[in-house]
């Protein structure tokens, strides 16, 4: 359930989730089915996600959304909705490194159409037993057809910020956990007409195993960029269980 910090609005959206999974070996696919409440509406929202595994080190992956979660909550505040497409590659050389590029389109009810590029990484720089410390190198690019819109919108947008994560291990029991989480990055946010500024992102999170069954968890995610000009700050809120059975 994310919260949006809008500028002279605030919005509430609620999710309720249910899928199917399957998987063999090298292949996953999975199918959900979602009830989107916002605006006092009930919408239903549908993804399709599925990846494959060509050995050890590469997979792709592609996922198809209607009622996309990557529609910022402002346009959707306002009435926007948007279904999406994803497609990806990634490299995963062990535990300790891996690398991935995707791209993404997103196409809005109202004719906005947003091309997303990314690269994200990660890099462990300590492990323990009980911690885990991950750089993770991220680059991101979007594009729009339509700028007259109320959400942030921009032509062209150019990021670049690195982050550190770490994964404190607070109790372990076979196969049941309970961990915290902790992330800050810095880095610099490029746009069309607007040049560049600072980006700063905190985060903290708590996430439950249980039993190979139950994977649950809670966070908070504090983040201050540059929207046409001006630095702005959001808050998000999130929880996600996956129940398996």
């Known amino acids: 359930m994310p919260m949006d910090n809008l500028a002279k609005e605030k919005g509430l959206f609620r999710d309720w989730l249910a899928g199917v999974e399957w998987r063999s070996r090298n292949i996953w696919l999975e199918a959900e089915y979602a009830e989107r409440v916002f605006n006092h ?5 549908a993804r399709l996600s599925g990846w494959y595994d060509f050995n050890d080190n590469w997979r792709i992956g592609s996922q198809l959304e209607r009622l996309s979660h990557r529609v910022p909550l402002r346009a959707m505040k306002n009435g926007v909705t ?9 490299w995963y050389q062990n535990e300790r490194r891996k690398y991935g590029v995707s791209w993404a389109f997103t196409d809005f009810s109202d004719s906005n159409q947003r091309h997303e590029v990314s690269l994200e990484g990660q890099e462990r720089i300590w492990s323990s037993p009980y911690l885990i410390v991950d750089f993770l190198p ?3 690019y979007e594009q729009n057809t339509e700028h007259d819109t109320p959400y942030y919108n921009p032509i062209k947008t150019f990021d670049i910020v690195p982050a550190f994560e770490a994964s404190h291990l607070l109790w372990r029991s076979y196969e049941n956990s309970w961990e915290q989480i902790f992330s800050a990055g810095v880095g610099a946010s490029w746009q069309k007409h607007y040049g560049t500024d600072v980006v700063t992102q905190l985060g903290y999170g708590q996430r439950i195993s249980w039993n ?9 995610r504090w983040e201050k960029r540059p929207y046409d000009g001006d630095r702005e700050h959001n808050l998000y809120v999130e929880f996600d269980m996956t129940f398996r059975f």
């Open 82 to 90: 948007g279904n999406s497409a994803q497609a990806y590659v990634r």
């Open 138 to 140: 991220s680059l991101y």
């Open 41 to 45: 509406e009930h919408k239903p929202g």
């Open 212 to 220: 190979d069954v139950i994977d649950a968890g809670a966070t908070l």
